[in-house]
């Protein structure tokens, strides 16, 4: 693995005791100097492959307007070189093992067209303000397991350890209230699907402007998640709500479903870890959700430095509502001509299974997205120390917020040739951040008035 000289890390800092140090005035200092807002080196590499960055995207493309698919800011930009399996070699210290396995795996379609690097991630101000405060006071509880004084931004901008680095991705803003469309495809080895439509809203009260340390470790949420099938007919109604907590130790994640042939509404202590996730055909485990969600307790952490690296950036095209599912899912993988690689520079966080715990997934290797904080792979491997699975955000900006998030999530299964697309959102209603969503409705009464609709 290539890595770069690193901005600030200790790569096995033991946790001792129950809170983990603050990072301190000097080094928070960069914040306005050498780093980015978010913490991601501010100049561009020594080549210059990746550009300075000055900004991200602060202005709506002419002619969008906020409910759009997203316009293309970058339409024009040519590809500049794809990477294949006969020239893979080449471009090996810009790719991550699960992305050299695709290729091992589907030698004459899996393929990168890779473009100029973008780095388009951007937030607004109160959000750069939010995470310069949380550096010197954000602190790690319960051995990793909770957060405390920290709000709105990400906590940990100059990580010293792999906890800091995935809590993160787990808190990285998305604005504060979002109700989105779409739905998610399992297709079988010959390419053929059926699509499963969701209507999912989620409340963030971490991520409210003026939000405060104080209130948020009070309530002890950090969001609120309701998820509802809408189609096939078969499997219309069935429903999901989350509360995700700030200390998992003091409360664990708390999650109900709505089952439509039951009628009921049942606590569910099971939606975490490797439980399966939601008719996912078995393809990914419900902590693979969003790259990773939850706690963190039964890995081990470890921050190995940074690398550059290929991954889907800016891809508005995969995004549009021009294409069709069918145009996007394929036999094998989604369709390469729609993905746009660039090169950016990435977090490395590497997550070993700890003795007697139990998981599906024995190591995890996570790549972050320096700029936004979004995982953009992971690679996962099974108890047999084998490539098991890769997972690939597709990341873009929604400007009109703006935030940096993932418009499509893949789930490769190495093992079955078969993979899961998650956020398909193309011949859907676009993702809507200025819905106005309460407290009221994330109940377990509010779940089973959704489930009978």
């Known amino acids: 693995m290539k890595k770069l000289p690193l901005i600030s890390l200790a790569v096995s800092i033991a946790l001792s005791g129950n809170v983990l140090a603050k990072t301190s005035p000097e080094q928070a200092a960069k914040l306005d100097k050498e780093l980015t807002p978010m913490g991601a080196e501010r100049a561009a ?27 293309d800011p970058f339409a024009d930009d040519k590809v500049k070189y794809t990477v294949t399996s006969s020239n893979m070699a080449e471009y090996k210290d810009l790719l991550t093992p699960g992305q050299v396995k695709l290729f091992e795996t589907y030698p004459e379609t899996f393929k990168m067209n890779v473009y100029q690097t973008r780095r388009s991630a951007s937030f607004p101000e109160h959000v750069y303000k939010a995470v310069k405060d949380n550096a010197t006071r954000a602190e790690l509880i319960e051995n990793g397991n909770g957060i405390k004084q920290a709000a709105v931004g990400v906590p940990f901008p100059i990580p010293e ?9 787990t808190l990285r803003y998305r604005g504060e209230q979002v109700e989105r469309q779409g739905g998610q495809a399992a297709p079988t080895a010959s390419g053929s699907f059926t699509y499963i439509g969701f209507n999912e809203t989620l409340m963030l009260p971490y991520g409210t402007k003026g939000a405060s340390p104080e209130e948020l470790e009070k309530s002890n949420i950090l969001f609120k998640f309701k998820q509802k099938v809408t189609e096939p007919a078969r499997l219309a109604g069935t429903a999901l709500l989350v509360h995700e907590t700030m200390d998992q130790i003091k409360v664990p994640r708390q999650a109900w479903t709505y089952n439509t042939g039951q009628r009921r509404v049942r606590r569910a202590p099971n939606v975490a870890y490797d439980a399966p996730g939601t008719a996912s055909d078995g393809l990914r485990t419900t902590d693979d959700f ?24 800016n891809d508005y095209r995969l995004h549009s ?54 995982v953009a792979i992971t690679d996962i491997y099974d108890n047999r120390d084998e ?50 969503l309460k407290d009221k409705d994330f109940t377990p009464s509010a779940l089973r008035r959704e489930g009978r609709r």
């Open 387 to 436: 490539l098991y699975r890769v997972g690939v955000a597709h990341g873009l900006n929604y400007y009109e917020v703006p935030t940096q998030w993932s418009t499509l999530e893949v789930y490769h299964d190495i093992q079955s040739r078969r993979y899961l697309a998650i956020g398909l959102d193309n011949e859907a209603k676009m993702y809507d951040f200025s819905v106005e």
């Open 161 to 169: 350890n792999g906890l800091q680095a995935i809590w993160n991705h």
């Open 321 to 374: 509502n021009q294409v069709k599912y069918s145009d996007i899912l394929k036999a094998g993988h989604i369709n390469p001509e729609l993905v746009r690689y660039e090169k950016h520079r990435v977090w490395v966080v590497e997550a070993t299974l700890k003795e007697n715990t139990r998981h599906t997934y024995k190591k995890r290797v996570f790549f972050i997205d320096e700029d936004s904080w979004q």
């Open 290 to 313: 969003d790259m990773y969600n939850g706690a963190p307790n039964r890995y081990n952490w470890e921050l190995k430095g940074k690398q550059e690296l290929l991954i889907p950036y």
């Open 45 to 71: 590499n020594k080549d210059g492959s990746i550009p300075e960055w000055t900004g991200g995207i602060t202005e709506l493309p002419a002619g969008y307007t906020p409910g759009d698919h997203h316009i």
